[in-house]
């Protein structure tokens, strides 16, 4: 790809969003251009960089992130297209890893993901430091020893560091807008890309380094916009989206997602739930599996409990 775009959308996080572009100026090969599709009224205030930067203003609330890449993709100029995350830092040679396999594979590829503990970013940082500290997300594999390999799950696809060419993206007409706030909509691409025939791949190489910042996983804090968008994905293609993240909010009393009904929400998330799901300051990232163990686990105790009571309240034979 002789041309390389790369997108974000942001929505505060300031001093994530200039990491980003800090580490963009210390790419191997320079990026076409940075685009910002900016979720908020005022613009960011990024430094000078050897490429332009443009910022896209975006509106919608809850956040629109499906119709933000679309916009960032409709506004950008190059071939290729790479989206990053606003906390994601490239490694010096994303770009240029990307650029010379998509014009090997002409589909969807997802390059490395590592996470930072919380302090890796103060003061004068740098890549070589990042890799001595960052560690692979559990829940997720790792890359290919080297070179592409596809893809056979969809539901893979992570939006957080992949690319694109731009003409691919647009022929299958991007992200479906109708999703609306925080998840689905990623998955929705995916499937969608599965149905066209187009290849999803890992990529070996193309690396981000995701900064350190608090989180709650499942995410709690995005309750009804994750219910909104899994029956959409539902109406859509038949089955609902999300299926762990639905399942550790009913193990915690939060909905009722019984098969063929509306899901509902049950109640609110309160502290208990917070703190039981929140980031600790120690954890690079925050994890379902570990939560839904934790919840497994207690029901398993409660219900013992409950039938060592019962044992204990039945009279004894005459």
């Known amino acids: ?66 119709a933000a890449r679309n916009r960032a993709v409709a506004a950008a100029s190059g071939e290729a297209v790479v989206f990053l995350d606003v906390d994601c830092i490239p490694a010096p040679t994303l770009v240029a890893d990307y650029a010379r396999r998509l014009g090997e594979c002409d589909g969807l590829l997802m390059g490395e ?99 350190y910042h608090p989180h709650h996983m499942p995410p709690i804090h995005h309750l009804d916009s994750v219910v909104r968008n899994a029956e959409l994905f539902e109406a859509k293609w038949g089955y609902r989206t999300m299926g762990h993240w639905l399942h550790a909010f009913r193990l915690m009393g939060l909905i009722d997602d019984t098969p063929g009904r509306p899901i509902r929400i049950l109640r609110r998330p309160d502290a208990d739930d917070l703190a039981l799901t929140g980031q600790q300051s120690h954890q690079p990232y925050s994890n379902t599996a570990s939560v839904i163990r934790i919840l497994d686990a207690r029901n398993a105790a409660a219900l013992t409990e409950q039938r060592a009571g019962t044992l204990a309240a039945e009279p004894e034979p005459a």
């Open 113 to 211: 993901v590592l996470y930072l503990p919380g302090g890796a970013t103060a003061g004068a940082w740098s890549s070589d430091g990042f890799a001595d500290v960052a560690v692979r997300h559990s829940d997720r594999r790792g890359p290919p020893a080297e070179g592409i390999e596809i893809c056979n799950d969809y539901r893979c696809f992570w939006s957080l560091n992949f690319a694109m060419r731009k003409a691919t993206f647009l022929g299958v007409g991007g992200f479906d807008e109708r999703y609306a706030g925080y998840g689905g909509e990623d998955t929705d691409f995916g499937k969608l890309l599965d149905q066209r025939g187009i290849a999803i791949a890992w990529l070996e190489g193309a690396r981000v380094y995701h900064q």
């Open 1 to 66: 790809m002789s041309t390389v775009s790369v997108v974000t959308l942001a929505k505060g996080r300031p001093a994530h969003l200039t990491n980003l572009v800090l580490g963009l100026m210390r790419q191997t090969r320079a990026p076409a251009e940075l685009v910002v599709a900016r979720m908020q009224d005022q613009p960011y205030d990024l430094p000078e960089a050897p490429f332009p930067i443009r910022q896209i203003p975006v509106a919608g609330d809850p956040l629109p992130l499906a």
